[in-house]
């Protein structure tokens, strides 16, 4: 599962075998900031090179579950991209676009 909030974003999977969930981010302060603002028993953050997201730490499904209820309590924004930009700066705001624009073809296509 991606995860794109305006704090942060996120690959979600369980690794074959393993019943905590894996939480991958290409930033480490995205991490952190789930861990500090939602998640404080999110595991210790792993570097990994080579990989394709490079930072990763694992937690339970209900903690993960108990996390995700409270994001949108936080939702007091009406444009998304603009909330990013106010969070993490226009860089990351202008790449986020570019994720929308790319997922605008899902509903062109169907």
């Known amino acids: 599962m991606w995860l794109i909030t305006n704090f942060g974003f996120f690959s979600v999977v369980r690794k074959s075998g393993e ?33 394709d997201y490079r930072f990763r730490a694992r937690v339970s499904r209900e903690e993960l579950g108990e996390a995700m209820k409270k994001i949108p309590l936080d939702i007091d924004y009406s444009n998304f991209k603009s909330s990013v930009a106010r969070e993490q700066g226009h860089g990351r705001a202008q790449i986020y676009h570019d994720v929308w624009a790319s997922l605008r073809r899902i509903s062109e296509k169907e």
Do not use: W
């Not at 603002?37 to 990994?48: F, H, N, R, S």
């Open 19 to 51: 019943a905590q969930l894996t939480v991958r981010s290409r930033s480490r302060r995205d991490l952190e900031r789930l861990r500090h603002k939602y998640l404080p028993q999110l595991g210790e953050i792993v570097e990994g090179e080579g990989t």
